[in-house]
């Protein structure tokens, strides 16, 4: 079983849908928690922290829920311009890194 | 304020060479880790550096070595080079205080073995 799972992509929405990505990880001691983006060839940027109490950050949307070791992301009002890899990501005591495969989404006008 | 940068870009080995790549921190970062992404996959945890001592280390044979320098700088070499290799070799770095909540990734480096 892969430390972290995500939904296998890829998401092919219409401009204006709302897009949803899950993520489950399998280590309790994991300690932070986030979601990148990855354009094609680029190398990941943070997108946001996931917390317990779930954040928000303008129409992107996180959730954790540690007691089901689940995490997810929710776009709304998707843009061309949000078309890329989103990676869902824990880390360990230490700041290791662990990533997912990666969920790749594209949006068309 | 520079980001954290890489070199080379691209780089093309042949199977059995030794290849050492190399990863600046942003500035005042003293933790770097490395990661290797094969196509199609995420990135996956090679090792870290905190004063020029491995901290952690992934599931990544020895051929994978590295070292830090006192001015943070890190490389990472590759010896006996097989094709499994290619992949795009991603530096990370952060303060090592706050290394579980933020990480700076770089461009990478894009290694082709052929």
Known sequence: RKEVEQDPG?????????????????????QSFF???????????????????????????AQLNRASQYISLLIRDSKLSDSATYLCVVSLQGGKLIFGQGTELSVKP | D????????????????????????KSGHDTVSWYQQALGQG????????????????????????????????????NA???????????????????AYEQYFGPGTRLTVT
């Open chain 2, 81 to 99: 080079l097989l094709l499994g290799d290619s992949a795009l070799y991603l530096c990370a770095s952060s303060f090592v205080d706050r290394v």
């Open chain 2, 43 to 78: 990135p996956q945890f090679i090792f870290q550096y905190y004063e020029e001592e491995e901290r952690q280390r992934g599931n990544f044979p020895d051929r994978f070595s590295g070292h830090q320098f006192p001015n943070y700088s890190s490389e990472l070499n590759v």
């Open chain 1, 35 to 61: 979601w990148y983006r990855q354009d094609c060839r680029k190398e990941p940027k943070l997108l946001m922290s996931v917390y317990s109490s779930g954040n928000e950050d303008g129409r992107f949307t």
């Open chain 2, 2 to 25: 520079a980001g954290v940068t890489q070199s080379p870009t691209h780089l093309i080995k042949t199977r059995g060479q030794q290849v050492t790549l190399r990863c600046s921190p």
């Open chain 1, 10 to 30: 890829p998401f092919n929405v219409p401009e204006g849908a709302t897009v949803a990505f899950n993520c489950t990880y399998s280590n309790s001691a994991s």
